[in-house]
């Protein structure tokens, strides 16, 4: 599970942003449906990731929004499901997640609720959704820039991070659902947009198992 989370939130992306603060979009979720798909490297592994909304819902007057993840790499899949309080990134930096549930391939899905994940996430020596939560608030807007990637050529604005542990170099295209279009890090890893819609559904349709003590 260590493995799993650690490579999935390296390779996540973040909601748009905002001119003045590399930060801002992370407190907003996109609208249902909207989805990007992703090449990654990361700790010595090659990927692909894609990341949608797949729903919302409310609990306690709240309303939360139901992210998915789901990532090959080395002949290995898994599917996150997470519902969050607010952004993506945001959430997973804040731990704002209520629950969570994760499939992998040939196993059935299971569901961790969110007092696992915290202490799931406080058991990780490294938690790349913190490091870059701290580092993008002291982001420096380089500039904006034209940039290529396979999903083609965007109009970007460059951030650069120097604190926290993840920095490295972000280009984001601002007003654009998962906003992120290529990342550069200092220690290599690297992620570029190869995809996007809005017609995401959820890949998970069995009923999961609760995971004991969760």
Known sequence: ???LMSTAL???IATPVAAQNA????L???AVG???EYDFQTQGQAGRSRIAVV????RGGQELTWYEMSFEAKGNSAIMKMLADGGFYHAMAEKKIVEMVVKAAGQPAMKFSGTMMERIQSQMSSDPALDFGKGCEDA???GSESVTVPAGTFDAVHYRLTSGGSPGDAWIVEGMPFGMIKWSGSSGESVELVDRGDDAVTQITETPMAMPGG
């Open 1 to 3: 599970m260590r493995i």
């Open 10 to 12: 390296a390779a996540a």
């Open 23 to 26: 930060c801002e979009a992370f």
């Open 28 to 30: 907003e979720a996109p």
């Open 34 to 36: 909207s989805w990007v």
């Open 55 to 58: 729903g919302t819902e409310t």
């Open 140 to 142: 420096e807007r380089v």
